[in-house]
């Protein structure tokens, strides 16, 4: 039996009786406003930056501030960068798959594919 991928559905049940965990709708990196995921840049961007263009003024003391800029981030500046996307487009475009083919389809209910999105 073929693993399921993002692309196909889930078999209806798993092998050991279960069947799997519900599909998650969103992801971890989007944040619920795109004035929020800015602030959150900010504040990750600036405590990286602060925390190595400061060591020659404060000290190795200003490190400190390098995991508040991860945690802000949530990660990294890619993480950062694909949350950035994910919020913009969230309510915008929805995936939806029927008979193994899936399509890109806007919230008002067009469909993406004769744009070169599918």
Same mark, same amino acid.
């Given at each position: 039996?073929?693993?399921? +991928?993002t692309? +196909?559905?889930?078999?209806?049940? =798993?092998?050991?009786?279960?069947?799997?965990?519900?599909?998650?709708?969103?992801s971890?990196?989007?944040s619920?406003? &795109?004035?929020?995921h800015?602030?959150?840049?900010a504040v990750?961007?600036g405590?990286?930056?602060?925390?190595?263009a400061? &060591?020659? =003024?404060f000290?190795?003391a200003?490190?400190?501030?390098a995991p508040?800029g991860v =945690?802000a981030l949530?990660?990294?500046?890619?993480?950062?960068?694909?949350g950035l996307a994910?919020t =913009?487009s969230?309510?915008?475009?929805?995936?939806?798959?029927?008979?193994?083919?899936?399509e890109? +389809?806007?919230a008002?209910?067009?469909?993406?594919g004769?744009?070169?999105?599918s």
């Amino acid at each position: 039996m073929p693993l399921p +991928t993002t692309d +196909t559905e889930a078999p209806a049940s =798993v092998p050991g009786g279960g069947s799997g965990p519900p599909p998650r709708s969103g992801s971890s990196f989007a944040s619920a406003s &795109v004035p929020r995921h800015l602030a959150r840049g900010a504040v990750g961007f600036g405590s990286l930056i602060a925390a190595f263009a400061l &060591v020659p =003024v404060f000290g190795p003391a200003t490190l400190l501030l390098a995991p508040v800029g991860v =945690v802000a981030l949530r990660g990294c500046p890619m993480c950062w960068a694909i949350g950035l996307a994910e919020t =913009v487009s969230r309510g915008r475009l929805r995936r939806q798959c029927a008979n193994g083919s899936c399509e890109l +389809t806007s919230a008002g209910g067009r469909s993406g594919g004769g744009n070169g999105i599918s």
